[in-house]
């Protein structure tokens, strides 16, 4: 079932039912265009003297009804201990999550508070007025330190699944097609280092496995950082999700020419997001000396992640400009993302040479 067929069914079928379900009579409905490889259909709700609505219809078979209540526990479980994240409001059964079946197909719906303010692509990439820039940095850091906090006392009724489950060297070998063997093996080698990292309770715990300016909204009036989209959470290293933190950071300097400058930017960037980090929850300098591991497992998902919308989608594999960059990486360990190597162009940022496979 694709997603086409999904929203013909829910304007055929299943819509009227949802909004009696969780009370949203009245409201106005607009769909939310899905990001490519997405997973869901994605309804806003709007209401005069209400407040707006994200609902979220899952339909795809690749997770299971305890993954979603597992998400959706700790999402409610972050919020009742203050972490800022948009909460998952109970239907009118008094259900996180509600399943409905059409054509013995089953429907995973959820609904959330729709979170103050706007992404930073929707106020153009602008900081609010009248403050540096440097507090949103320290505040991605805050927020997410938080999190993080509140995950090392979580103790989870349903439990999502581990970064290993997932990548691991058997699903490496059957995603990634076997002409790009130096790919595969790098891929395994870093899996490798990964595995030998601690697992203690102050460096792995439930992450977010997707933290960036388009899983969050920014109140422009306060500065406050409201997180959403769980759907990747799993169990990992803490140091993920800074290194995905790090990765946010490139878009403010990706055009600069001077790689000297990109650095020095780069280290004076992330040092304000740890100032941030540190003042919610600890972090281990022999977890941070890693930094550049992890940063290495970001440019791995991002590679694993095209193959498989390729796959979902069931096109042929290929290379792009943008995924023949993060494979040369990869293959010839340029670290960093290659932002500070020669392969890297701020004319033409993280694109490469299309690769034919």
């Given at each position: 079932m694709n997603y086409n067929e999904v929203l013909q069914i829910?304007?055929?079928?299943?819509?009227p039912s949802v909004l009696e379900l969780y009370g949203l009579e009245g409201y106005e409905i607009q769909l939310i265009p899905p990001h490519e490889g997405g997973r869901n259909v994605v309804y806003a709700f709007e209401k005069e003297g209400a407040d707006a609505k994200i609902l979220r219809i899952a339909f795809l078979p690749d997770r299971s009804r305890d993954d979603f209540l597992a998400e959706v526990e700790y999402i409610r479980y972050l919020f009742e201990h203050g972490g800022s994240v948009s909460n998952v409001i109970s239907s009118?059964?008094?259900n996180l999550l509600e399943e409905i079946t059409h054509n013995q197909h089953p429907f995973f719906i959820c609904l959330f508070e729709k979170a103050r303010g706007k992404m930073l692509a929707e106020n153009h990439y602008r900081y609010r007025e009248g403050a540096p820039i440097s507090e949103y940095y320290y505040n991605c850091g805050k927020v997410l330190g938080k999190l993080h906090q509140l995950s090392k006392e979580y103790t989870p009724v349903h439990r999502r699944h581990h970064f290993s489950d997932k990548f691991n060297a058997e699903y490496i070998d059957k995603l990634i097609p076997d002409s790009l063997f130096l790919l595969k093996k790098k891929l395994v080698e870093l899996l490798h280092a990964l595995e030998g990292l601690d697992r203690g309770h102050e460096t792995y715990g439930m992450i977010h496995f997707d933290y960036n300016d388009g899983n969050y909204s920014i109140d422009f009036d306060t500065g406050q950082i409201t997180v959403y989209d769980f759907d990747n959470s799993c169990f990992g290293w803490y140091m993920y999700?800074?290194?995905?933190?790090?990765?946010n950071g490139v878009g403010w300097i990706q055009f600069e020419p001077d790689a000297g400058k990109r650095k020095a930017f780069m280290d004076d960037y992330f040092k304000?997001?740890?100032e941030g980090y540190r003042s919610e929850t600890k972090l281990e300098d022999s977890m941070l000396d890693q930094l550049r591991l992890f940063i290495q497992a970001c440019v791995m998902e991002n590679i694993v992640d095209a193959f498989e919308v390729m796959k979902n989608t069931g096109e042929e594999p290929d290379c792009d400009e943008r995924l023949s960059y993060f494979i040369k990486c990869m293959e010839d360990d340029i670290p960093y993302e290659g932002l500070?190597?020669?392969?890297?162009?701020?004319?033409?940022?993280?694109?490469?040479?299309?690769r034919k496979i």
């Open positions: 829910m304007d055929a079928h299943l819509l009118r059964n008094g999700d800074l290194a995905s933190v790090w990765g304000t997001v740890l500070f190597h020669e392969i890297y162009s701020c004319e033409e940022p993280f694109e490469y040479e299309e």
